[in-house]
């Protein structure tokens, strides 16, 4: 429950979380990340910018050496001659003010490029909730040292550069764009496809299309592959640090308050905050939130306080006694102060699948406007059970919730709660 700061390439924090103590996270080199396979949501790779000054439209790609990599490996139409014939890789880098594209291609025979004739490279971005965007990389005489052209959106652009070169097995260019020329392509998710078309015998027949994604009807990349997230160092330590626990689910909104939006897991293990400052520098929120067998439910980022930032409303499942008593919780989690916290916590659902019953109950959000919100948790409807077989379980859960409302106890007609400080308290 602890914010930590990364300005610099790399450091190492310590995290105190009281009882929840998960020890010092070391911050590593590593800039992006993929999500484990048995994930339920697959993050897209996540990539972090690059130091100002580092990539140079020279034609020399060493300064690609160590980033992430996008094959060039979805066949969109055509045969393959086999691996000298057509492949290669993409990658995709940026700072504060330019996004930077390499790519670098094998092709057994060079065509050169124009824009209906051979050899062609194009990228295409969408944005989440934008439309595509189209960057093509005009290959020209490459052969002869004549440099490439950038097309945007069909038109000439010149606020850019490109470079290129032809290889013994293939080509390669490398380019820059302007961000603010793209929208949006940065800090969301974002589909991106990079695709080849391949003219060997004859510059007017395309012989071969790749592509770095799958292309959906329209000729664009359907899902998001990649993010370009300042917060991609201090997520990709959080989660190797954590051995890549599932992502249970992912949320993008306000929560801090502060002028940028964060990205919220919920992993297997742990609630992340992850965002950045206006300045650049990153900074992780995390909570532990799960124990082993715990399920989501739901979850969803809502104001609850009434104060800048939304809370992060998360329901979630667990055993409270292995295979007899299940039970449900509904907890708040908001970020203040540099602190993110647990603000509520209550049960609000218990099944006992040996006597098959169960105990049900709802929570309501009362109040509307500015201010904060109350919250109640009616008495739950009781299905199987009554005084004689109910079992309290609360002495077995580890969990620092409020007790479900039976209606044959004390709290029989609900309990209502409001905020007191940073917590939601019994009124
Ligand atoms: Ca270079
Ligand atoms: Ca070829
Ligand atoms: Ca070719």
Do not use: C
Request: glycine share 12%.
């Amino acid at each position: 429950m602890t914010r930590a700061h990364s300005g610099a390439a790399r450091l190492s924090f310590a995290l105190s979380l009281g009882a929840l103590s998960l020890g010092a996270l070391s911050l590593g080199a590593s800039l992006s990340l993929g999500a484990p396979a048995a994930s339920p949501t697959p993050l897209p790779r996540i990539i972090g910018p690059s130091p100002a000054g580092d990539t140079a439209i020279d034609g020399f790609f060493n300064e690609w050496e160590a980033r992430p990599t996008f094959a060039l490996d979805v066949r969109v139409s055509g045969r393959s001659g086999g691996p000298t014939d057509l492949g290669g890789t993409v990658q995709l880098a940026y700072d504060a003010d330019h996004l930077y594209v390499a790519a670098q291609v094998v092709d057994d025979v060079f065509q050169p490029g124009a824009r209906t004739t051979g050899d062609r490279l194009e990228l295409i971005f969408v944005p989440a909730g934008a439309k595509a965007r189209r960057l093509r990389i005009v290959l020209n005489q490459l052969e002869l040292g004549l440099p490439p052209a950038l097309e945007l959106d069909g038109r000439a652009y010149a606020q850019g550069a490109v470079s290129g070169t032809t290889r013994r097995d293939g080509w390669a260019v490398e380019a820059r764009v302007r961000l603010r020329d793209l929208p949006g392509v940065a800090g969301t998710d974002l589909a991106f496809a990079a695709i080849v078309q391949d003219a060997d015998a004859d510059p007017v027949n395309i012989e071969a299309t790749l592509s770095t994604a799958a292309l959906n009807a329209a000729g664009l990349p359907g899902t998001a592959t990649v993010r370009l997230d300042a917060t991609a160092e201090a997520l990709a330590t959080y989660l190797a640090d954590r051995d890549h626990p599932a992502l249970l689910g992912r949320y993008h909104g306000n929560v801090t308050g502060d002028a940028l939006d964060e990205l919220v897991l919920v992993t297997a293990l742990d609630i992340v905050v992850a965002g950045r400052l206006p300045d650049g520098a990153t900074y992780l929120y995390f909570t532990h939130g799960w124990r082993t067998g715990a399920q989501l439910v739901s979850a969803e980022l809502t104001d609850l306080d009434g104060r800048a930032g939304k809370e992060l409303r998360v329901t979630h499942t667990e055993w409270a006694v292995p295979d007899e008593v299940q039970v449900e919780v509904v907890e708040i989690f908001g970020a203040h102060d540099g602190i993110l916290r647990r603000m509520f916590a209550a049960k609000t659902a218990e099944r006992f699948t040996k006597l098959r019953g169960d105990a049900v109950a709802a929570l309501s959000v009362q109040g509307r406007g500015r201010g904060a919100r109350t919250l109640k948790i009616g008495a739950a409807k009781v299905t199987g059970l009554n005084p004689g077989n109910y079992v309290d379980v609360d002495a077995h859960m580890g969990l620092p919730n409020e007790p479900l409302p039976l209606p044959w106890g004390d709290d029989k007609r609900g309990v209502v709660y409001t905020l007191q400080g940073e917590a939601w308290q019994r009124r």
